[in-house]
């Protein structure tokens, strides 16, 4: 049964990212995993308490958080979470935050929390590991660091903001330049001689 219902969590959440929120209903998603209502309604008490249970499922998850610690150094991470940038990228056809700021604020304003919380905590930790490697300069406010990233992150990537258009933030040319831009401003030259020959690598995959 607990298997069934992280399948349900899992792929429930491409079709919110597909759809967005407000369009797909229990209806859909019973027919999607060709069960009845009533088995759905085992798992989730309503709309909302599926909706947070898919929230709470991504934001756990290791893959999906900002600058996952799994293998390489502090450089490292930013690739990896390209990684999965470039994957939401093809499938992010509605705004999420947008539905769930409109139809369910209060579950709004914890994601937005946790985001920020999350966002903050593995800068501190990114950071602290980049200076310990020498990749990053011993000379930065890391706590100052942190806070910018997650204005950058929450203010400056949110569409509803108009720093940039939805077309700009659709490409992942955003993310590489905003990368680029923090890496110029945090790395010594052992950390952008790294940068360059990472992103170089990833350059000629792409053209390969």
């Known amino acids: 049964m607990e298997d069934r219902k992280q399948y349900i969590l899992k792929n429930v959440g491409s079709l919110y990212l597909k759809h967005g929120i407000r369009s797909v209903t229990m209806d859909d998603v019973a027919s999607k995993f060709g069960i009845s209502k009533k088995t759905l309604y085992q798992y989730f008490n309503d709309k909302a308490d599926l909706i947070s249970q898919v929230i709470d499922f991504y934001i756990e998850r290791t893959d999906f958080a900002i600058y996952n610690q799994s293998g390489g150094n502090a450089i490292d991470r930013f690739f990896v979470l390209r990684t999965h940038v470039l994957l939401m990228l093809k499938y992010i056809h509605n705004n999420i935050e947008y539905d769930l700021k409109k139809l369910y604020p209060e579950m709004y304003n914890r994601v937005h929390k946790q985001k920020r919380e999350k966002i903050f905590n593995s800068t501190i930790q990114n950071v602290t590991e980049g200076i310990a490697a020498g ?14 990233q997650v204005g950058r992150m929450l203010l400056i990537l949110n569409p509803e903001h108009g720093i940039f258009t939805e077309t700009e933030l659709a490409n992942i040319d955003l993310f590489d330049k905003m990368v680029e831009n923090y890496m110029y401003s945090i790395c010594t030259e052992k950390g ?7 992103l170089n690598k990833i350059k000629n995959e792409v053209e390969n």
């Open 135 to 148: 990749l990053y300069r011993a000379d930065l406010d890391i706590v100052f660091i942190a806070k910018l």
């Open 192 to 198: 952008i001689k790294y940068y360059k020959k990472q």
